[in-house]
Each structure stands twice: as C-alpha cells, then as structure tokens.
C-alpha cells in the first residue's frame, strides 16, 4: 500500500517540539500499517543557528525563521504549533486561514476569549485540529477511562486530581524569556492553571464528564521579579499554586491542587476516582500502573490490586515490547501523533479538539475569576461538544 504524505511544519524548537518531533519520527517503525505517513518538511524558529541544528538533529528537510513563511509554504500540510502560549492565536488563525491542518500544543489559549476566536476560525476554515493534551494518551490513562465508561465503577461520587512541581521556589529565577516565560502573564496568560492543571482538568473532563461550575484559591508567593527582557523588578501576574474543588454534571464532586511550590516534586500528577462499587488511581511517576479496588471482591481477597499495563490487548501496547516491558512519558506523544493520522484515515476528528480544548479554557477561566471574586463561578462547559 502506498501511504500518503503529511507534510509537517513545525514551529518551536524548545522541549514540546522535541517531544512533538519524537512523536512524528517513531510513526513509521511503530504504526507501520497507518495510510498516512508523517514527512517532517520544516521547522521554525527565530534563532537560526538553533533551528538549523534542530534541523539536522530531527531529520526536518528544511528549516525558516519565520513561522509566516512557513505557513504561505505549497509544501506544508499540517502546522504543528510548540511555541509560547502568547502566539497560539495568531499563527493557528493564519494556519487555519492558509487551509493548513492545525497540531497546537496545551493550552489552547491565554485566555477563553482568545480560544473563542481561535475556534470561530478554525471551524470556518473547516480544517482538521487537535491540542496536544498527552496525557489522555498514556495506555494506563486511556485503561481508566475505558474501565469508567464500562460502568463498573458504578455510579461516580468523587475525582481529585493534583500535579505537584517544585521548579519556581527560587526568588531569584526570572520571569520571561525563553526559559522562564511560564512565568510572564504577558506570555502564558496565568500560571499553574494554564500550564499544569489544564492536564488535570482535560482528563477530568474526557474521564467524567462536563464541570459545571468552581470555587478556587490561588497564590502567587513571589510577588516580584526581575523580567528577562527589561532587566527591571517588575511585578508577577501568574499564580505560583491553585486550589479549586467543583462539581460534575454526574453529580459527583472534584477538587483539584496545583503548585510549583511543592519541594521535592518535579512533576506529581496523579488521579483517583471513587465509585459505588470500585475505585481507581494513578500516577505519573509509575506511568504504566493502574491501581483499582473493587468491592465485588471476595472480603478475605478484597484491597487495591496494581495492573501492569504493558500487554498487547491494553490500549497502544500491541504496538510496543512484549508483556511486562513498558514504555514512558515520550510514547503519549507518538500515540497521539499516530491517532491523528488514523483520524485522516477515518474522516473523524481527533480529539481533543479545539473546540472540546476550549472547555478546559472556560474552566480555567472560572477557576482564575473565582479566586479574584472569592465566589462561584459557572464555568458554562458544554459536553461532550
């Protein structure tokens, strides 16, 4: 069978677009029997001695330094957008305009009304769109979800969720520039909501349903620092942590912790899930493990069992070693890569959308107004959408 090319445009060169090039170069060797076969055409970045070794490091046939250029190219079918959050309008609106597919890395936005023209334009050009939310494409994650909709957890009364990091304490990291932008509001719109618990938040949505409103804490604990940029004190506008707890349209209740401030934790993310009849957990740092209690165990026999997600009927896994051999953080991107070629294979979206991606922004939106209002606050979500 001969396959048909994509032509990739990735723009970014700092660690999304590594793990996103990773994803795109493993397609051929793991997902051999795809109709679509990823070309990787360009990459973009504005430093040029960086992207011409980025280049030839990834196997890109060519490389700009202007993302416009790459965009008007003939040979580019698909935009896959790793840059800070502040352009992710502006290059996808012009992407979507210049009739390219659409790969944007999390979150959609800085803002719900910035994803909202996002959005509006995506869908009049009618070109196909996805954000980069990996996590749902860990196997043991996509097993948690299956398991949920099976319905053996019964009816869902709690979810919580965390994702814990330490990176920012210093007060004298600066704010702004290529290694610290996370920290510039100007750049990343807010801080832990935005960047850790958007994780926390797509998963919750795609595991249990739409979140229908929110009560929220956040803090920001280094009130000033130096930018990058202009040398000069200025003030932090993101939040360093965020507390919020919700509730689902099941009717099942969420709370949901974030911080860079949370010593000795790179990055913590872990879930539970508490059902009438069995419960499940999972965490990051044992990425292939999914733990389950099911109380229609026998009494003498019944706790929490570890499942090993690493054989060939789990999700992906056939695709990989044999049994009990597993794979990491890097593989959630090939996955989710390979899902968007089978999705042009099919004629179906590849989810999350921009639109489905919006939602964890009006969610992060009413998180961000709660804590400044000290109030609840509709979020408006609208699933499945």
């Known amino acids: 069978m001969e396959k048909k090319k994509l032509r990739i445009g990735l723009i970014g060169t700092g660690f999304m677009g590594r793990t996103h090039s990773n994803g795109f170069n493993r397609i051929t060797n793991f997902f051999p029997n795809l109709a679509y076969e ?7 970045s504005r430093n040029e001695e960086k992207v011409k070794a980025f280049a030839e490091q990834w196997g890109y046939a060519s490389y700009e330094t202007d993302w416009r250029k790459l965009i008007a190219r003939d040979d580019i079918d ?3 957008i790793c840059t800070p959050n502040d352009t992710h309008a502006e290059i996808a609106i012009a992407a979507a305009k210049a009739g390219k597919m659409i790969l944007c890395e999390k979150p959609l936005s800085r803002t719900l009304a910035e994803g909202e023209e996002m959005v509006k334009e995506i869908e009049a050009a009618g070109v196909k769109n996805t ?14 979800k299956q398991i949920v909709d099976s319905g053996k957890l019964g009816r869902i009364f709690h979810y919580r969720a965390n994702f814990l990091q330490d990176w920012t304490i210093s007060p004298d990291l600066p704010q702004g520039g290529a290694g610290t932008w996370r920290l510039d509001v100007e750049a990343a719109g807010s801080g832990v909501t935005g960047d850790l618990l958007a994780h926390c938040i797509d998963t919750a949505l795609w595991i249990n349903g739409g979140i229908t409103d929110v009560s929220a ?16 004190v200025q003030k932090v ?3 360093d942590a965020c507390l919020f707890h919700c509730h689902f349209d099941n009717g099942s209740l969420g709370l949901f912790e974030s911080t860079r401030y949370a010593r000795g934790h790179k990055a913590l993310y872990t879930f ?4 009438e009849h069995a419960s499940l957990r999972w965490d990051l740092h044992d990425l292939n493990r999914l733990e389950m209690y099911d109380h229609s165990d026998e009494s003498n026999v019944r706790g929490w069992k570890s499942i090993l997600v690493t054989d060939g009927d789990q999700p992906y896994m056939d695709k990989w070693w044999v049994p009990g051999l597993s794979i990491g953080y890097e593989h959630s991107f090939v996955h989710q890569a390979a899902d968007f070629l089978k999705s042009l294979e099919k004629g179906e979206p590849c989810s999350p959308t921009f639109r489905e991606a919006l939602q964890t922004q009006k969610v992060c939106e009413a998180v961000i107004d709660s804590a400044k209002q000290k109030q609840w606050k509709d979020t408006n979500v609208e699933w499945p959408c």
């Open 272 to 275: 539970e899930i508490n059902g």
């Open 237 to 239: 506008g993101i939040d």
């Open 217 to 232: 804490m956040t803090e920001t604990f280094i009130k000033e620092r130096v930018h990058t940029e202009s040398g000069q």
């Open 131 to 144: 954000v980069w939310y990996n996590y749902r494409r860990l196997p043991a994650v996509t097993l948690a």
């Open 78 to 80: 698909a935009v896959d």
């Open 38 to 44: 990823p070309v990787m055409q360009a990459v973009c």
